[in-house]
């Protein structure tokens, strides 16, 4: 939408100088542009990390319905067997585990605000399969290897794109396939 602007600016530099230029995208179709402008070109593209291709992705949205609710028949659901829930706040996910705890679910819950012996039982207990649903903060989100994680549940959004491929990936691991829900409003 500026090109013109760029050539008058370009146009009016001196021939002999050393030119940077950033985008956040450059389309195949601009190629020619960057031609136009620069004399042997050097192209450096800093790729941010992809999503598992074995990971099926997608939102839940929540038009106005408790989320607590969401959740609680999404885990009703057949298929849901080891579900991994990440939120926020350590005090959010303590008041949900108790919820889903009133309600019949198998949960456990792990954040920074919990001794290591917790943390390491309540690992443990969901890699046995004796609990179907661990909540975290983003303390699980990356180094832990789990077998079998069915789903990963963003009921609270991650803060950033890298938190969000480290969350998504502890399912679909070791060739197996996974799902990711994000819980939109």
Same mark, same amino acid.
């Given at each position: 939408?500026?090109?013109?602007?760029?050539?008058?600016?370009?146009?009016?530099?001196?021939?002999?100088?050393?030119?940077?230029?950033?985008?956040?995208?450059?389309?195949?179709?601009?190629?020619?542009?960057?031609?136009? #402008?620069?004399?042997?070109? /050097?192209? %450096?593209?800093?790729?941010?990390?992809? @999503? *598992?291709?074995?990971?099926?992705? +997608?939102? !839940?949205?929540?038009?106005?319905?408790?989320?607590?609710?969401?959740?609680?028949?999404?885990?009703?659901?057949?298929?849901?067997?080891?579900?991994?829930?990440?939120?926020?706040?350590?005090?959010?996910?303590?008041?949900?585990?108790?919820?889903?705890?009133?309600?019949?679910?198998?949960?456990?819950?792990?954040?920074?605000?919990?001794?290591?012996?917790?943390?390491?039982?309540?690992?443990?207990? #969901?890699?046995?399969?004796? /609990?179907? %649903?661990?909540?975290?903060?983003?303390? @699980? *989100?990356?180094?832990?290897?789990? +077998?079998? !994680?069915?789903?990963?549940?963003?009921?609270?959004?991650?803060?950033?794109?890298?938190?969000?491929?480290?969350?998504?990936?502890?399912?679909?691991?070791?060739?197996?396939?996974?799902?990711?829900?994000?819980?939109?409003?």
């Amino acid at each position: 939408g500026f090109i013109h602007d760029m050539k008058y600016v370009i146009e009016n530099l001196p021939k002999d100088r050393h030119s940077l230029f950033f985008s956040a995208t450059l389309p195949e179709k601009l190629n020619h542009v960057v031609h136009s #402008f620069l004399t042997n070109p /050097i192209r %450096v593209e800093v790729e941010k990390q992809k @999503a *598992s291709v074995n990971v099926s992705q +997608d939102i !839940v949205k929540i038009k106005g319905r408790s989320k607590v609710d969401v959740l609680h028949d999404l885990l009703d659901t057949e298929g849901f067997d080891k579900v991994l829930v990440f939120g926020r706040t350590k005090h959010g996910l303590n008041k949900l585990s108790k919820i889903l705890f009133e309600r019949g679910v198998k949960v456990a819950a792990i954040h920074g605000n919990k001794s290591q012996s917790q943390r390491q039982k309540a690992l443990k207990q #969901f890699k046995q399969d004796y /609990i179907q %649903v661990l909540l975290a903060t983003d303390i @699980a *989100s990356r180094g832990l290897d789990i +077998d079998d !994680v069915t789903h990963v549940i963003n009921y609270d959004l991650p803060q950033t794109y890298e938190d969000y491929i480290h969350r998504i990936g502890r399912t679909g691991r070791a060739n197996k396939t996974g799902t990711a829900l994000s819980f939109v409003d």
